[in-house]
T-cell receptor, first 113, second 115 residues
Framework: GQQLNQSPQSMFIQEGEDVSMNCTSS?????WLWYKQDPGEGPVLLIALYKAGELTSNGRLTAQFGITRKDSFLNISASIPSDVGIYFC?????????????FGQGTILTVHP | GAVVSQHPSRVICKSGTSVKIECRSL??????MFWYRQFPKQSLMLMAT?????????EQGVEKDKFLINHASLTLSTLTVTSAHPEDSSFYIC???????????FGDGTRLSIL
């Protein structure tokens, strides 16, 4: 099925560095979501974006809903070791999709102390 | 808020066994629940969408007789893997959402291993 183009696929950074990842799509979404998944667990919702152009923060995390509604980015500032995990973007289309999400391929983040 | 509980977290069983996985929304009413399958280091693959009181809608390529889904109440959905075989071994994750337009919240997943 359709997937969002998420990049980068993986990142290796030093503790304290800032991180940026993004997702793009050829189609429009009404909602963009960012999730984090730790090994052996389900994804946890980090940020939900509902309006084009919206910029939302959650602690050290900041995400934006692209103005074209076809992209979104997530920034993590001053990374710490517990930021390690897989980050997924997900888009929610409107209409009769019954809330089905389209996921990005994920960004694997490794933080070196 | 928005807690989804999935049980069991891990199952190991013999080939040919049927396995039931439960997904519960603990603090909200889930009009729609979703079942995913995830392979190592890959994204989530949607298997089916389940609306309370209705038959589940399966994604293309997912055998509905193999993966039985029941969503009898607004807080509980079950996935039964019938006559499981080693190729069914995977990480299965459920999610639930309340009202239309609300984000999905995920359970902690079930690691299924078929010997």
């Amino acid at each position: 099925g359709q997937q969002l183009n998420q990049s980068p696929q993986s990142m290796f950074i030093q503790e304290g560095e800032d991180v940026s990842m993004n997702c793009t799509s050829s189609s429009i979404f009404n909602t963009w979501l960012w999730y984090k998944q730790d090994p052996g667990e389900g994804p946890v919702l980090l940020i939900a974006l509902y309006k084009a152009g919206e910029l939302t923060s959650n602690g050290r995390l900041t995400a934006q809903f692209g103005i074209t509604r076809k992209d979104s980015f997530l920034n993590i500032s001053a990374s710490i070791p517990s930021d390690v995990g897989i980050y997924f973007c997900a888009g929610l289309a409107g209409g009769t999709s019954y809330g089905k999400l389209t996921f990005g391929q994920g960004t694997i983040l490794t933080v070196h102390p | 808020g928005a807690v989804v509980s999935q049980h069991p977290s891990r199952v190991i069983c013999k080939s040919g066994t049927s396995v039931k996985i439960e997904c519960r929304s603990l603090d909200f009413q889930a009009t729609t629940m979703f079942w995913y399958r995830q392979f190592p280091k890959q994204s989530l693959m949607l298997m089916a969408t389940s609306n309370e009181g209705s038959k589940a809608t399966y994604e293309q390529g997912v055998e509905k007789d193999k993966f039985l889904i029941n969503h009898a109440s607004l807080t509980l959905s079950t996935l039964t893997v019938t006559s499981a075989h080693p190729e069914d071994s995977s990480f299965y994750i459920c999610s639930a959402r309340g009202a239309r337009g609300q984000p999905q919240h995920f359970g902690d997943g079930t690691r299924l291993s078929i010997l």
